[in-house]
């Protein structure tokens, strides 16, 4: 991933000062010497940082996502060459409207007092309170990310501040590389786990729109940002905006929008260009609204495959595991498998069954008032945005970053596709032979 930044800025590392922090511990768990070098040094402060787990526990949520930003905007107002804060927030802070614009929103509790909460109560409390403390969130990730918002805005009397809020936040689109990623989570995780096979029902809406972004584009959004607060300090540089604190929702809906269903069937054309070799079966996947219909073909598809074959396994003396090559830590049983894939959908499945109504003509000022070489720089336009060529770097980029399958081995993942879909098809052809079998059995019984 620096390999292109080695070459182009030898000496990068010389303009780099790392410094050793804890998001979750008071302070963000800085040294008394690191936060005297920040306020001397710092101009301008992107925070990013933030845990994205659906079902993270409340106590932990509200340290990373609420207490470490506010301990943060505290450090900042003792620095004195500070132009500007940005803090990344998501489009869906506020997930319980169905229509979200670009301004701030209550919340039924204040980050004071939610701190001073989950600091004075014991684990086994929070958890029982946590689905009075939510209301109608869906989860603490959602739920923390607005309170923190809450508390950016305290602080807007004294300092400069931003708020980007982008969607479901995507492999990267240009930059540093084509279709680079580091994580699995969220619809990342459902689209890899799909791809290999392993994933065959999700609980989707497939004709809600889908309102998903690049992460290079959300990255140069929030640099635009911060520039555009630094500058508004000194002189107003965009006119429609009033003394209010920016929000700049940073969503494609309004521009390139795109289904569900849209996205599936570009996935698998994509799929099948550039197979895996770790596939571990034929990518087959059923997309359910309802949550019986979802059920009842996640136990079809999912559990009892996954319970037969840890009985097979155990019969043949060999311990149930579902390892996949070059994924060391995805060593577990099919069961178990089986269950995080419960875990993933009950997590994602609000918001995959559910669409919003995104207004964004801030975020779209603001790029107008960028000059042509910083607009080609620091591109985050949306509105011409290609859907197909985004897939098909997308594609290779997620086999190369995500799985650890170099290009070269598309050769031997094409064998394995093919060699799957035998198989599959073999299978869906014997399953029906025996249904239909057994309805002649019983209609012959019968009659």
Not at 161 to 177: D, F, G, M, N
Not at 300 to 313: G, S, T
Not at 318 to 339: C, E, K, M, T, W
Request: with cysteine; aromatic share 12%; net charge neutral.
């Amino acid at each position: 991933i620096f390999d292109q930044l080695k070459k182009e800025q030898p000496d990068f590392l010389s303009k780099v000062v790392l410094i050793h922090g804890d998001c979750v511990q008071p302070n963000l768990g800085l040294s008394e010497d690191d936060r005297i070098m920040l306020r001397a040094k710092v101009n301008c402060v992107l925070h990013f940082a933030a845990t994205v787990r659906f079902d993270q526990t409340i106590r932990t949520a509200t340290y990373i996502n609420v207490r470490a930003t506010r301990d943060l905007l505290r450090l900042a107002t003792e620095m004195p060459n500070l132009k500007s804060f940005v803090y990344m927030s998501t489009a869906y802070s506020h997930c319980v409207r169905s229509s979200i614009g670009e301004e701030f929103y209550e919340t039924p509790i204040t980050g004071e007092k939610l701190i001073t909460l989950v600091g004075s109560c014991s684990e086994e409390f929070l958890d029982k309170i946590t689905p009075t403390l939510l209301e109608s969130w869906p989860n603490t990730y959602s739920f923390t990310k607005a309170v923190a918002e809450e508390v950016v805005q305290s602080f807007s009397d004294r300092l400069s501040v931003a708020i980007v809020r982008p969607s479901i936040v995507l492999p990267t689109a240009r930059e540093p590389l084509l279709g680079w990623t580091d994580n699995m989570y969220g619809i990342v995780g459902l689209v890899v786990g799909i791809c290999l096979g392993l994933i065959r029902v999700a609980r989707i809406k497939i004709d809600c729109l889908a309102d998903m972004v690049p992460a290079d584009y959300c990255i140069n959004n929030a640099i635009a940002a911060a520039w555009y607060v630094g500058e508004k300090k000194n002189r107003e540089v965009v006119g429609n905006f009033d003394n209010r604190p920016p929000i700049f929702n940073f969503v494609i809906t309004p521009h390139a929008p795109i289904t569900w269903r849209n996205f599936s069937m570009r996935i698998d054309a994509h799929l099948k260009r550039v197979p895996t070799k770790y596939l571990v079966w034929y990518p087959c996947c059923f997309f359910a609204e309802n949550y019986y219909t979802y059920m009842l073909l996640n136990i079809l598809f999912h559990h009892i495959p996954a319970h037969l074959a840890d009985f097979v396994m155990l019969c043949l003396g060999r311990q149930p595991s579902s390892a996949i090559p070059g994924f060391s830590h995805l060593n577990y049983r099919p069961v178990d498998g089986a269950r995080k894939i419960d875990k993933v959908m009950n997590a994602i499945s609000y918001f995959s069954t559910r669409e919003w109504t995104f207004s964004d003509q801030n975020t779209q000022e603001l790029y107008r008032q960028l000059n042509d070489t910083d607009k080609e720089k620091f591109f985050f336009d949306l509105s011409n945005f290609d859907w197909n060529q985004y897939f098909y770097s997308g594609a290779e980029g997620a086999r190369v970053y995500i799985l650890k399958d170099p290009l070269e081995t598309i050769p031997e993942g094409e064998k394995r596709y093919r060699k799957l879909q035998i198989y599959h098809f073999a299978l869906v052809t014997v399953l029906c032979l025996g249904l239909l079998w057994l309805c002649y059995y019983i209609i012959k019984l019968l009659f």
